[in-house]
């Protein structure tokens, strides 16, 4: 792809076609839900309430509803009503000059028990694809984004041997139900994020930890990966097949021998270890890009080697704001020789401080990666809409669009019209 660069009227172009859009996901928006997550949310909600009260949180969280002190911030429930909303938020979308989208299908609701397909659901996610295509908005269709069905679950997740059959079959279906309405697939959603969080570390469902279990998971997945490609590949040859995958910027503090080391074997692990298992069954990369940690080796408490940052700007959430990093992970996705998409980019900033400087610092690196010559296609900020962050809960607010809990209503904020701009000019004014 050629780029426009014209430096004289400080305007950065993108190229032809480029795809503009946002994220979102199923369990995190749609309400309604019934997998791992609800069960687990539910069981945990209590405890999670009780440690927050432990901590201090500013005016602005403590305002909003549900807020990190009551229970029902914990619980996914109806979460953004986006099951039944969906127009409203396409036209949303479609208001914002977006070209694309990226979602995810409910693997619980599609397949609710083994074997046994809800057409109904199946249907629904037809007409969300329909929806989209009337508005001539590209979809990106994740087939897995974290939760699982509960007789999945049940089964031993990740852990079961079996896993990648299971999973590869529900992709089959869908692509065979789904296949005609989209060109875009991206098979699982941040595999090492989940497998850290529930397997290494013990925190989300399903709790297990250890290393092994991290392995097994890790490995099942990778061949889940792979079985689905196969058989997506099968039945809708010209399909576009990826992952979207959480790239981590590691930083070494001083460029110091051990920091070197640490700073590679991190990079690595995180970053091209999975990659490395999938990379002959993708047509492109999804970068999802966050943030950067910064290594400063500590010899008495070696897990504090791997995150010593400045936090000079961070969002909510305490996640350090590092554009740069991702001109580094792009420069280094170079050598995969595959079209790349940012499948997310997003900050938690409830009140809209950071946002739209946070948005244009991240296109201006990613441009410059695409000037020499990343091939960089498409960029989807998260989130569309403020939605359930996880463990986290509801306040956590990443959307381009404001939700009010209590009555649903959608409130554009200020940067999300900024980001429209970037979309319908296909290019950065400086
Ligand atoms: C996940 C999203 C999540 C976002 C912000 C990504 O790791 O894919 O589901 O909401 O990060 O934490």
Partial sequence: MKLLYNKSSDRLLFPAGFLWGTAISSHQTEGGNFNDWTEWEIKNAKIKNQNAK??????????????????????SSRACDHYNRYEED??????????????????????????????????????????????????????????????????????????????????????????????????????????SSSYWRGLWPSQK????????????LAKAHNLAYEKIIFLKPQSRIGIAYNFIRFEAYKENF??????????????????????????????????????????FHPVKSLKDNENKFVSDI????????????????????????????????????????????????????????VDVRGYFYWSLLDNFEWDKGFWPRFGLVEVDYKTMERKVRQSAWEYAEICRNNEIML
């Fill in 90 to 195: 396409f036209d949303i979308a479609k208001k914002l000059n977006n070209n694309a989208l990226r979602f995810s299908i409910e693997w619980s609701r599609v397949e609710p028990r083994e074997g046994e397909w809800d057409q109904k659901e199946v249907e629904h996610y037809r007409n969300v694809l329909r929806a989209l295509r009337a508005r001539d908005i590209e979809p990106f269709v994740t087939l897995w984004h974290w939760t699982n069905p509960v007789w999945f679950a049940e089964k031993g997740a990740w852990l079961n041997k079996e896993a990648p059959f299971y999973f590869a079959r529900y992709a089959e279906k869908i692509v065979k139900e789904l296949g005609n309405l989209a060109n875009f697939w991206i098979i699982l959603n941040e595999p090492a994020v989940l497998v």
């Fill in 54 to 75: 432990l901590k201090s949180w500013p005016a602005y969280v403590l305002n909003d509803y549900p807020n990190p002190l009551q229970e029902e911030n914990y619980i």
């Fill in 209 to 220: 930890n250890g290393f092994l279990a991290s392995y097994r998971a890790l490995n099942n």
């Fill in 318 to 373: 305490g996640w350090e704001i590092f554009p740069k990093g991702i001109y580094h992970i792009l420069k280094n996705l170079k050598k995969y020789n595959l079209p790349v998409y940012i499948t997310e980019n997003g900050v938690a900033d409830a009140q809209d401080k950071y946002r739209a400087d946070f948005i244009k610092d991240h296109l201006l690196w990613m441009h410059k990666a695409i000037q020499e010559g």
């Fill in 258 to 299: 051990f920091n070197r080391i640490i700073k590679y074997l991190a990079d690595y692990l995180n970053n091209h270890y999975f990659l490395g298992k999938i990379k002959r069954k993708m047509n492109f990369i999804g970068c999802n890009y966050y943030f950067y940690n910064r290594i400063k080796f500590n010899l």
